[in-house]
């Protein structure tokens, strides 16, 4: 559904006509001098909070101020973001993981005796497990 929005010179959206469609159109088409614009409609726009977006000029897009996003594009780059740092995560946990078992296996090489060797064994067992809680805990 398309609406139709004022700007002033700061594009910022003065005022309103939302419904119907046709209304909007011809709003538009009668004072399009005095800052009127058609753009898709957006679920999250309001009147009320209509100071906190405005029109971008690239594409006629409703997008908040802060961002110059819609909605959609903010949460594609919320998603994109917790994505990379995932990646991130795990990329660290392999590296800690690799590190500690080439730490591990050196201590076992030094170590002769066999009860040594099992306390190696198991405090790398429990490294990797608290990493991986870790992990886990902070994606969450």
């Known amino acids: 559904m398309k609406i139709a929005v004022q700007l002033n010179s700061d594009r910022n959206i003065i005022d309103t006509y939302l419904s119907p469609e046709d209304g909007a159109k011809l709003q538009v088409k009668k ?37 110059n996003q819609t909605p959609e594009e903010e949460r594609d ?16 946990v392999s590296d800690l993981k690799k590190l500690s078992t080439a730490q591990a296996l050196q201590s076992l090489q030094d170590s002769k005796d066999k009860s040594e060797q099992q ?20 994606t969450k």
């Open 31 to 67: 004072y399009s001098n005095q800052g009127w614009v058609l753009v898709d409609s957006d679920s999250t726009f309001s009147t009320d909070n209509k100071y906190r977006w405005t029109v971008r000029e690239s594409d006629n897009s409703l997008v908040h101020i802060q961002s």
């Open 119 to 138: 306390e190696v064994i198991t405090g790398l067992t429990k490294e990797i497990l608290e990493l991986k809680q870790n992990v886990t805990t902070e």
């Open 77 to 92: 780059t919320v998603i994109s973001n917790l994505t990379l740092q995932n990646l991130s995560l795990t990329n660290d």
